[in-house]
């Protein structure tokens, strides 16, 4: 579950992602396909102009959600994973075109990838082993990625550049 940077919609995961708006008494106004599996983990950029969900289906999807108008929401990218996706957290705004967000999951990985909004392209910059499934990511506006461990501990980032 996620919630956009204004507070207008949340985000639910599964079958089918569902978003749901706070400003029509919560009732949901779009279903977004996950593909042919199910969605896990979903997180909406700071500015609100990026959605992304992974789960089970090994995709990650990262959607452009800058339009007013629901029905204008496009799939830009969808990134193939390894394994299962766990956990999705974007990045501080930073300036200009160029978006941050990092995943994990059953591969035990912390990935970045820098996302240039105005090529639309995407390069995996970072890729961090750990000894256990990533099973939650959240990521501060310094800079710093915390990613919760199967293992039962705590990676702290600091990706602050």
């Known amino acids: 579950t996620a919630i956009d940077s204004q507070c ?16 029509t008494n919560f009732k949901c106004v779009l279903e977004l396909e996950n593909g042919s599996g199910v969605s896990l983990a ?19 999807l990262i959607y452009d959600t800058s339009s007013e108008k629901l029905s204008q929401w496009r799939v830009v990218f969808t990134v193939q994973t390894k394994q299962a996706g766990l ?3 974007w990045g501080p705004v930073m300036p200009g075109e160029l978006h941050d967000c990092a995943r ?5 990985k912390i990935y970045v990838m820098e996302v240039r909004t105005k090529e ?3 390069e995996t910059v970072l890729g961090v082993p750990r000894d256990g499934l990533i099973y939650d ?3 501060n506006s310094e800079g710093l990625v915390a990613a919760a461990i199967g293992n039962g501990t705590v990676t702290i980032l600091d990706l602050s550049y």
Do not use: C, M, Y
Not at 10 to 17: C, H, Q, Y
Not at 42 to 59: K, L, M
């Open 8 to 23: 207008r919609f949340v985000a639910v995961s599964g079958d089918k992602t569902h978003i749901i708006d706070a400003t």
């Open 137 to 139: 990511l959240d990521w």
């Open 87 to 89: 956990a999705l957290a």
């Open 104 to 108: 994990g999951g059953e591969d035990k």
């Open 42 to 60: 979903n997180s909406w950029a700071p500015d609100g102009s990026w959605f992304a969900t992974i789960g089970r289906n090994q995709n990650l």
């Open 120 to 122: 639309r392209s995407w």
